[in-house]
């Protein structure tokens, strides 16, 4: 094997051993792969053959086993604030759509000025509450999961099981309260479909629909990336 | 030294090695080793996790950056960071001296 086959081998190793989205992985190995190279030239400008610079770079390096298990607790907790940053970054904004949906379609489909209400849709004494416990879930363990993946962790140990833990579940909440949104959507399409402001209806429904999609991916992944956790 | 051994302390020590300046990831592994006489030695891999740790609590800042002709993870302290290193130097002083104290029998008080 050539000094790069050696070096490209190594980083599969670890590469195979790690878990999470691939976007972070690649960054991590990428380091490794910059180290390794690194290294292997200082070997070599102390008079060691290139082959035999490159392994002894590889074995400095330690062994890819030990070194996936390193990173796995850093990926875990990095992954969990990812998700539960975009979902606070997200949130408002869906929020934001559906009101506009919602005072669009009053004013200017029924013409009545905003505070005249004039209903709420077929099904909502079950579905506003469901969607309501499901928002107050999202935003707090987001919330807890930002605060204990960032600055706390200067002083308190990551956790990155309780993390990962709590990320899912905000992002399983997001989905959820997405689902219970569009279903009352459904109802008030199907009682009074005139009753909809077309076009804000179907940005806030875009909108939810593609959160809902993602925020449940990216809490399947987390999970993931937890059962990998030792 | 054992990895063990130095466990509560590579946070400090990746902290000091880029008091001076910005490095990439094998430069701070280079500064440790030159910088303990050898005494240092750790798989230089673990090293990398360490950092993505510190910039997570927002320690250090890691970027990519073009470096003579190949592009390498460099990091510099961020300004938390600089006190955080400040105050673990503190604390380091303090419990070496009360170690030291203990330990060196020639440092304790002869009672005639």
Redesign the interface.
Known sequence: MTGGQLINAYLAEITAALPGPAGARRDIVAELGSGLLDAAGAYRRSGLPPAAATAAAISEFGDPREIAAAFRPELAASQARRLALSLAGTGPLVGLLWAVAVVASHVAVRHAPPWQWAGTPPGSPVIFPVAAAAILITVWTALATVAATGRLTRWLPARPRIATSTAAIAGYGAATADLAILALLASQLISAPSSLAPLPVAAAAAASLARLTLARRAARQCLATRAALT | MRAETLKGHLDGMLLASLEAGPR????I??ALRAGSGGQIDL????I???L??LE????VQGTWAEASG????VYQLTP?GRH?LDAERGQWRMFSAAVTALLEPAARPVTP
């Open positions: 990439h990831g094998y430069a592994m280079e798989p230089t891999g673990t990398y996790p360490a993505r740790r997570r609590a927002d320690l190949r592009r390498r993870r938390a955080m």
